[in-house]
């Protein structure tokens, strides 16, 4: 299938990032075809990292801010690429360039996640703005930039937009705000050869309550069947998000936002599509047990490398 945010037309895209920079990309692997389309160009010991959305391309400004900020303070996440002037217009697209980061061993875990949040919580706010923790904004921008999604469905999403905002505005008056990662989970975690585990993925990354951070793992291990990857986050990092009177309302906030995040790749993908379809009929029967499949694994590419910066999408 094709489309704006076509695998094709996001290869297009990194080679005029790549060629802008002056290095080849006859080695380009694609990592990831989510949210973003992340290459490793491993000669050349880059990560290209292109928004795949127009709407949402206004992140790319803000990471690469957070980014410098990051390493300015030794945080644990990843690094930019140095000597490149960020971030990279591509047509109407944007690009961030970061460090190629080879995999460590063992893989990142829950428990890596839960110690690493602590620490990434603990940073205090940078000296500079930061947006508002507002699911339903960015859920909007989504179905703004959608390819292929029927009108029924499209309603359907606007109108549980419509009742989760006014919500959505009251938890954040009410509970403590503070820097949150926004798109918590294991995936977005790498571990560097040194064994230092680092967090990637910082689109997300905002002022909101930090039991936002806590969700993802908890609503994964609900619709993916991750037996015990809440309990051991939960050990980890001192608190059990589900215990929370604010559970109900985080996890719809993160049920909305694992449906409309494929919004804008229906039209590239038969296989996302049918799961978008699957996750959204559950939402409209209440089926809380069914399990989803990861949008991730769908968009697989056919040749994959080891991972390495592949989680940061």
Avoid at 22 to 35: F, I, P, W
Avoid at 41 to 69: F, N
Avoid at 210 to 225: C, E, N, S, T
Avoid at 239 to 258: C, F, I, N
Wanted: charged share 25%.
């Amino acid at each position: 299938m094709s489309g704006r945010f076509s695998e094709e037309a996001m290869t297009a895209a990194m080679r005029e990032v790549a060629a802008s920079l002056g290095v080849s990309s006859e080695d380009a692997q694609l990592l990831r075809l989510t949210n973003n389309a992340v290459f490793a160009l491993p000669t050349s010991g880059i990560v290209i990292r292109i928004a795949r959305t127009h709407r949402l391309r206004d992140r790319v400004a803000k990471v690469v801010r957070l980014a410098r900020w990051f390493a300015d303070i030794d945080a644990p996440t990843i690094r930019l690429a140095p000597g490149v002037e960020q971030p990279v217009e591509v047509g109407t697209l944007a690009a961030s360039v970061w460090e190629y980061l080879p995999a460590g061993s063992p893989t990142p875990t829950v428990e890596d996640l839960g110690l690493v949040l602590r620490e990434f919580h603990s940073l205090g706010l940078p000296p500079f703005p930061l947006p508002a923790w507002e699911p339903v904004a960015d859920a909007r921008k989504r179905l703004a930039d959608a390819d292929g999604i029927g009108e029924s469905d499209r309603g359907y999403l606007t109108q549980w937009c419509d009742r989760l905002e006014p919500q959505i505005d009251a938890l954040n008056q009410r509970t403590q705000q503070g820097l949150i990662h926004g798109d918590a989970h294991v995936s977005n975690l790498l571990r560097e050869p040194s064994d230092r585990v680092f967090m990637c993925d910082f689109d997300a990354t905002c002022v909101g309550p930090r039991q936002v951070d806590l969700a993802a793992v908890a609503v994964g291990q609900q619709r993916f069947g991750r037996t015990g990857a809440q309990e051991s986050l939960a050990a980890t990092y001192g608190q059990d998000v589900t215990s929370d009177p604010s559970w109900p309302l985080l996890r719809e906030a993160r049920e909305l936002k694992m449906i409309v995040a494929a919004a804008p790749f229906l039209a590239t993908s038969e296989e996302i599509s049918a799961e978008f379809d699957d996750r959204l009929r559950s939402i409209r029967e209440s089926n809380h047990r069914k399990h989803w499949k990861p949008f991730a694994d769908l968009a697989k590419p056919g040749s994959r490398s080891p991972r390495s910066n592949e989680g940061c999408g």
